[in-house]
């Protein structure tokens, strides 16, 4: 898991899709509702990790896509990368 945050930090808290699946497979129960910003081509929305997944096949099917995925700036979970308030 260490390596994991650092990767993150490194890509400045954007998500790839191996990130995710790392985080919904062993780590489901600790991070499966952390909140993610999505930004796609017309808008933005933030949901909990869980939903990532259907919430883009949706945009997809209605014409717009998914620029990237990160950990908004506000989350607490950047405490995680060594980050404080």
Known sequence: MNKFL??????HGFLTSDDTRFLLGEH???SRLLPVLVRCGGTRFSCGLQYLDGLMEM????GDYVRDVSIPANSREWTH???TQ
């Open 59 to 62: 945009v997809e099917k209605s």
């Open 28 to 30: 489901h129960n600790e």
């Open 6 to 11: 650092r990767t993150i930090k490194e890509q």
């Open 81 to 83: 990368f060594g980050y």
